[in-house]
């Protein structure tokens, strides 16, 4: 009530975590002055995640007048709480002399503190951090030396842990042979298993190679169920629907369907034996 989005009293939902999600969740439907009212209490209450997210807020113009200095402010108090992403932006700003005066070496230096969070996150096998630490050394960024092989090395280890993001990437590796011996049928593995735990570009990318036949026996009905069910995480692609449709039959868009109805079912049937055997 206090930031007028109508939150209930509960001290749950008046919490700076409880917020910072609000917060999040207004900002990925562009709602950005509500974002900035949940953001603003959340971070005044010291959380770093919501810190972060007001400083974004400031340097981009959203919901909030745009503003370096500001930006810098509230990312600087989120990366001296730890915060990786926030000590990335800092480092940027100052690469970039947004909100601060250009400094190569203060970029450096918060851009190496990043890095290290990030670092000793992954080695208590935080999966995230796992999978973060991989795209930078895939990319060769924040200073660490381009290694396929490290990052193949990280993306496993997020991936055993259901990373679909990791799973998906490792899967790329596998499929141009960097860091990895090339492997399609292991490449295909991963994107499968990327796709079956909800990853819309996995999903995506199935159904691109059921429908052209690409490594795979061409099967439109499979490529419209994987569409399907991109469409169900996300209705972003709502477009991609139609086209497939086109292709078909209305018994064979039956038939997909049927799929899609039997892929989650067998889901829910895993989830409830994993849930029996914790």
């Known amino acids: 009530y206090d930031i007028g989005l109508g939150i209930p009293a509960e001290p749950l939902f008046r919490s700076a975590e409880a917020l910072c999600q609000r917060g999040r969740e207004h900002y990925d439907n562009e709602e950005y002055l509500d974002a900035a009212k949940c953001f603003r209490v959340a971070a005044e209450r010291g959380h770093p995640g919501a810190q972060y997210m007001f ?22 108090k989120a990366a001296e709480q730890g915060d990786e992403t926030a000590q ?33 996150a992954a080695e208590r096998g935080e999966d995230w951090a796992q999978f973060n630490l991989a795209c930078y050394y895939e990319r060769g960024a924040l200073g660490l030396p381009q290694s396929y092989t490290e990052a193949a090395k990280w993306y496993r280890k997020a991936a055993n842990q259901g990373n679909e993001y990791a799973q998906f990437s490792l899967a790329g590796l596998y499929e141009d042979g960097e860091g990895v011996p090339k ?26 190679r059921y429908l052209d036949g690409d490594g795979v026996e061409r099967d439109p009905i499979e490529a419209y169920k994987w569409v399907r069910l991109a469409v169900d995480k996300n209705d972003f692609w709502d477009f991609k629907l139609a086209p497939m449709r086109s292709l078909l039959t209305e018994a064979q868009i039956a038939e997909a369907e049927a799929r899609c109805r039997e892929f989650y079912t067998l889901r829910r049937s895993a989830s409830q034996n994993e849930s029996q055997i914790h």
Request: aromatic fraction near 12%; charge should be neutral.
């Open 55 to 76: 400083g974004l807020l400031f340097h981009s113009g959203k919901g909030v007048v745009e503003d370096h200095r500001e930006a810098v402010i509230w990312y600087r």
């Open 88 to 120: 990335i932006a800092l480092g940027n700003c100052y690469e970039n002399g947004e909100g601060v005066s250009k400094d190569h070496n203060e970029a450096a230096r918060w851009r190496h503190r990043a890095v290290e969070s990030i670092r000793n």
């Open 183 to 208: 492997d399609f049928a292991e490449a295909m593995r991963w994107y499968l298993k990327a796709a079956e735990n909800g990853y819309g570009h996995a999903r995506l990318h199935l159904s691109s």
